[in-house]
């Protein structure tokens, strides 16, 4: 059974620092992982998609790595921005049906 | 991009009574549709996954007779939680994608979720 956790489950930095996600997941037979965005009582944005193929994705400020093999991904936010804040979702797709398996989450602050 | 919307986004209900939710992909044709639950501070749960003209498929722990979906058209999918109780009180997100379902990086497009209150 897949599971997915995210460390830390929060973190609070101060404005402009660069931080960094984690996300591990116990089987390594994936399609692809996602990272998302979740702002309070909204929906989810995409932020990021690796397939299994691939090593890295970037978009802006954001990269993402996996090393399937070792079951692992990271999200790094360079030079964090209070508009930063939210929580970000790790998911895999896993299995038939396109099924996605979401960890719990790391809720990021960043403050001024 | 592609766009999914939901309505409400937010319902309060007595309960006993049963609600629906609608999930609708405004710009693409959705093959399959997926509902999510979400408590607080936790993660999204899959509850079922649906394709356009058949029944859905239900995740493990997921009563069918209490959560009926009904996915009647490639761009409308609706959740019915029926005789609604406290601990129905959820954020449910749904998702939709216009693969066949064949698991192959498939994209989904979420809704922004409904906010469900039952008193």
């Known amino acids: 059974k897949q599971e997915v956790t995210q460390i830390p489950a929060a973190l609070s930095v101060p404005e402009g620092e660069n931080l960094v996600l984690n996300c591990s997941f116990t089987d390594s037979a994936i399609y692809n992982l996602q990272w998302f965005r979740q702002d309070p009582g909204k929906g989810l944005t995409s932020l990021l998609l690796i397939q299994s193929s691939q090593r890295e994705q970037t978009s802006g400020r954001l990269n993402a790595s996996l090393d399937k093999s070792s079951g692992r991904s990271t999200l790094y936010i360079a030079a964090s921005q209070p508009g930063d804040s939210a929580t970000y979702l790790c998911a895999v797709l896993s299995g038939g049906y396109n099924k996605l398996i979401f960890g719990a989450g790391t809720r990021l602050a960043v403050h001024p | 991009g592609a766009v999914v919307s939901q309505h409400p986004s937010r319902v309060i209900c007595k309960s006993g009574t049963s609600v629906k939710i609608e999930c609708r992909s405004l710009?693409?044709?959705?093959?399959?549709m997926f509902w999510y639950r979400q408590f607080p501070k936790q993660s999204l749960m899959l509850m079922a996954t649906s394709n356009e003209g058949s029944k859905a498929t239900y995740e493990q722990g997921v009563e069918k007779d209490k959560f009926l979906i009904n996915h009647a058209s490639l761009t409308l999918s609706t959740l019915t939680v029926t005789s609604a109780h406290p601990e129905d009180s959820s954020f449910y997100i749904c998702?939709?994608?216009?693969?066949?379902?064949?698991?192959?990086?498939?994209?989904?497009?979420f809704g922004p979720g409904t906010r469900l209150t039952v008193l």
């Open positions: 710009d693409f044709q959705a093959t399959t």
């Open positions: 998702s939709a994608s216009a693969g066949g379902g064949t698991g192959f990086s498939d994209t989904q497009y």
